[in-house]
């Protein structure tokens, strides 16, 4: 076993997972981690008990749905009041996610998605009335994300052909 008790196949299959959780049948995984259906069951399952897979989510197209701007506004909290204006401020209608930094100032930042200009100064507004300083707006032109573990599944693929 590596990295706090992940063995190889645990990783490909947390791999497959972040890839596509919603096409990821335990047969689809299985066939590519050449193990078992049951064996992947058995491995979702103790990943999911152990809390290791907390959540299976689905990644939205704001674009097509209407939200155009994708913004990250970064701002200052008082350390000891960072956790709670967090989750506040992932409350406010237009706000996805949010990261807490462990610096004194730029310790809060929101990813936001919203309609139009007057939709982000909403959002805003929203934030500056939790407490929150907002320190800067930042569109955000594209993002990408790949799995934890997908060098282990490129190493596979590799070995396999």
Partial sequence: MTLEGLDE???????????????????DIAAKVSASPST???????????????????EVD????GYDLHVQIVCTAQIPEREAMADAGLAVPG????????TG????????VSTDNDDLTRIA????????????EEL??????????????????????
């Avoid at 704001?62 to 749905?65: F, N, P």
């Avoid at 100032?105 to 936001?112: C, I, L, P, Y």
């Avoid at 955000?140 to 052909?161: G, H, M, N, W, Y």
């Fill in 9 to 27: 196949l645990d990783q490909h299959i947390l791999a497959e997972l972040q890839r596509d959780a919603r096409h990821a049948s335990s047969r």
């Fill in 40 to 58: 992947v069951r058995k491995r979702l399952q103790r990943l999911e008990d152990e809390g290791i897979v907390t959540a299976y989510r689905a």
């Fill in 62 to 65: 704001y674009d097509r749905v």
């Fill in 95 to 102: 706000v996805v996610g949010v990261r807490e930094l462990a």
């Fill in 105 to 112: 100032e730029r310790n809060v930042v929101f990813t936001v």
């Fill in 125 to 136: 507004a929203a934030l500056s009335e939790l407490g929150l300083t907002i320190v800067d």
């Fill in 140 to 161: 955000i032109p594209a993002e990408r994300v790949k799995p934890l573990f997908e060098s282990a599944l490129d190493d596979t693929a590799t070995e396999r052909e």
